[in-house]
């Protein structure tokens, strides 16, 4: 048998060129995502990216919770060179748990790769400005989830209102207190964390609300673990807890992240009546 080897050359670099074109096509997508269409809610969120927060199951569980809302588009940045001010201008919420140090893995087409390379930043001056200016201004909805308040960015700092303090060691958590007064916890009773950081604020004003308090159970250290407030147009929940994918699988903290959802965009919030 006579194998053409121009012919099979021109077949490689035919497959070359066209997996290529498919790779800056996707680049270019998230730049190019579809506006907002009339009795939408596009939700932007950013999750995990370092060894420790995978944000594999964030994402799935976080999907999971919000599955009945049809009419909720649900954008996930997957490495932080992708967030851009333009992407949250008209965002009803956005989610966050990032820390200050850059992705784990930057973003790469390469389908097999050699080595590791960092990626970028999330909590640039550019991006925190643009926050800031979506909730003050344009009245963005904002859940600060876990190590947000370790973002290291002291006009989102100043936004959640708090001083940061770091977690101390991986260990079970009481999550309790929960503010019966408040309708992000009303009816919720205290539950158990098999294993968390415990990071903690303190609040610095009287704007806060504390919603619920942690308990470490190795450490013993009580902390606020979960508050809200209203910052200019904008309402803002922090929520601590959420090391681990096993804190998205407790029912509590499921109705705890629905009712934060709906209450930081000034939304009715509706029984959260799923069964994950």
């Known amino acids: 048998m006579q194998i053409n080897r121009n012919k099979t050359q021109s077949v490689l670099t035919t497959g070359i060129v066209a997996l290529a074109a498919a790779s800056i096509e996707t680049s270019e997508s998230f730049a190019a995502l579809k506006p907002k269409a009339p009795g939408e809610t596009k939700v932007v969120a950013i999750m995990g990216g370092d060894y420790g927060h995978n944000s594999i199951p964030l994402e799935m569980h976080v ?26 201008s008209d965002a009803d919420l956005l989610i966050t748990s990032r820390h200050s140090r850059p992705d784990d893995i930057g973003w790469r087409t390469d389908g097999i790769v050699e080595s590791m390379e960092k990626g970028a930043l999330l909590w640039t001056d550019t991006n925190a400005n643009a926050i800031v200016d979506n909730v003050r201004n344009r009245g963005m909805g904002f859940l600060a989830l876990h190590n947000t308040i370790a973002c290291n960015n002291n006009r989102i700092v100043d936004l959640l209102d708090i001083e940061p303090i770091p977690h101390n060691q991986v260990q079970p958590l009481w999550i309790r207190d929960l503010n019966q007064g408040h309708p992000i916890t009303r009816g919720i009773g205290n539950f158990f964390v098999p294993l968390d950081e415990q990071f903690a604020v303190v609040l610095k004003s009287d704007k806060a609300t504390i919603l619920f308090e942690s308990t470490a159970i190795h450490d013993k250290r009580n902390a606020v673990g979960g508050w809200c407030l209203q910052q200019g147009n904008g309402r803002i929940v922090g929520l601590l807890p959420g090391h681990t994918k096993e804190l998205y699988q407790i029912r509590e903290y499921q109705e705890i992240f629905w009712r934060a959802a709906h209450w930081a965009m000034k939304r009715d919030i509706p029984p959260y009546n799923h069964k994950y």
């Open 63 to 88: 999907r999971e919770i919000f599955s009945s809302k049809k009419n909720w588009r649900i954008l996930f940045v997957r490495a932080s060179e992708f967030f851009t001010p333009d992407l949250i």
